[in-house]
Every structure is written in C-alpha cells, then in structure tokens.
C-alpha cells in the first residue's frame, strides 16, 4: 500500500515561483510512475507532469512545458513539482498520483492511477 501527502502550496503573484513537495510512504522506488495533475473550479483534472520512477523519463504537458520540472529524491521516497514562471491559469488544486505500471503514451489518464494524495492549493495572482 502506498501513501502519498503533498505539501508546499500557496499564493504567489504571477511569474513567482514554488515548488511542491509529495512525500511517499510504502515502496515507491522501483518501477512506478508518478504524476502530477491539477484541478481548477469547474474544470476537469488534468495531468500536468510525469515521472517513471526506473530509469527518471520525464513527460509535460504542453501548458506547463518549459516552466514546470518533476523530480525524485529515491533517497526519500519523494517526489518534487518545481513550477517558476507562474500564471494565474495555473491557480488549482494539485494532487500528487502513482501507479505500479508504466503507461507514457496515456499519463494523463487519471484513471489509471491507483494512489493519490489529498491535494494542496496552489493560488496565483495577477
């Protein structure tokens, strides 16, 4: 069974930065996928970004691309959103997710993730 908590939300202005923070408990290590998705009032959840945890292939989606980077600290089974260059359409709320499997040409199906956490709130001003 694994557990995942995010952390590091908040409010910045726009063309600020944070970085998010999902810690995992139970074992994560090995050939995993973890993503990111986001979920605005009123709109569906979408997948933001994505990491295999073997191997560290990396996949964006296309409004995050270039301003958003997915890490992971093996060492301590966590998992970063490192996001600059702040909108406020990125204002949502963030959930970190994870599956056994590895699917790249579909993750951003949310679906197909077994785990989640509980979300933090990202708010970002004009």
């Known amino acids: 069974q694994v557990q995942l908590v995010e952390s590091g939300g908040g409010s910045v202005q726009a063309g600020g930065s944070l970085r998010l923070s999902c810690a995992a408990s139970g074992k994560i290590s090995y050939r995993h996928q973890v993503a990111w998705f986001r979920q605005a009032p009123g709109k569906e959840r979408e997948g933001v970004a994505c990491?295999?945890?073997?191997?560290?292939?990396?996949i964006y989606a296309a409004s995050v691309k270039g301003r958003f980077t997915i890490s992971q600290d093996i060492s301590k089974n966590t998992f970063y959103l490192q996001m600059t260059s702040l909108k406020p359409e990125d204002s949502a709320e963030y959930y970190c997710a994870a599956s056994p499997d590895y699917f790249l040409a579909t993750w951003g199906a949310s679906d197909k993730y077994v785990y989640w956490g509980q979300g933090t709130q990202v708010t970002v001003s004009k």
């Open positions: 990491i295999q945890t073997t191997g560290g292939t990396t």
